[in-house]
């Protein structure tokens, strides 16, 4: 599975941004999914996941100004971002997994695909 990134920029604080994932070779509606990010000279951390039914979970700091969510007809995971701020600028991965999960949705670990990133800078 090749997943692609797209839709990241330069946003003002307090604006939005709406970041997309494509998967080719597999219908991505039979995969548990996720946003990470990685802010620069940070680890890498779980933005938001979603099941393969639609339930999502996020992490605390972006509670209530993002969302996650897909589009299995298009075959798109995306993450709406409102409201961002200088914390929010990273660069962002979706990440996948086929497989039923053994790990707690935020671990890195659980996750087998990756995609190249796409870059989010916030500026004041």
């Known amino acids: 599975v090749e997943l692609v990134e797209s839709g990241g920029g330069s946003v003002q604080a307090g604006g939005s941004l709406r970041l997309s994932c494509t998967g080719s070779g597999y219908a991505l509606s039979s995969y548990w999914m996720a946003w990470f990010r990685q802010p620069p000279g940070k680890e890498l951390e779980v933005v938001a996941g979603i099941t393969r039914d639609g339930s999502a979970d996020y992490r605390d700091a972006v509670k209530g100004r993002f969302t996650i969510s897909r589009d299995n007809t298009k075959n798109m995971l995306y993450l709406q971002m409102n409201n961002v701020n200088l914390e929010d600028s990273a660069m962002y991965y979706c990440?996948?997994?086929?497989?039923?999960?053994?790990?707690?949705?935020?671990?890195?670990?659980?996750?087998?695909?990756w995609g190249q990133g796409t870059q989010v800078t916030v500026s004041s």
């Open positions: 990440a996948a997994t086929p497989f039923v999960p053994s790990l707690p949705w935020d671990q890195q670990r659980r996750y087998d695909y």
